[in-house]
């Protein structure tokens, strides 16, 4: 008999983490769920299970994937175009973290 092995566990699946299991479970994670309510655990399971199941069959073909570490796909630089809006360049955050810009 193999045993399952999960990567995350979450203890109490009310309200916040239900969701936050489900938000990990969603995005591939091997999660294990537990509360003192044994619905909890069902309900979690009920309400994930179809979406699971709807991205299996139905993959995006347009799913912005992006190396780790870098700033995201090239979309996202278009979300702030507005007159005096933009995403800070990497140069910009160093400089003031560092305090330079002060």
Known sequence: METQRYEI???????MGRNLLLNMAGHGFPVAGYDKD???V?????????VLEAWKASPPSDFPNY???TW?????????????HSWPLPMELAGHRTGENS
Do not use: E, I, S
């Not at 566990?9 to 309200?15: F, I, Q, S």
């Not at 069902?42 to 179809?50: E, F, Q, Y």
């Not at 278009?78 to 005096?84: E, K, M, S």
């Open 72 to 84: 995201g796909p090239d979309a996202t630089q278009g979300l702030l175009v507005h007159p005096g």
């Open 42 to 50: 069902d309900a979690a399971w009920r309400l994930l299970m179809p």
């Open 9 to 15: 566990g979450m203890v109490g699946l009310g309200v």
């Open 38 to 40: 044994p619905g909890q």
């Open 67 to 69: 190396a780790g570490g």
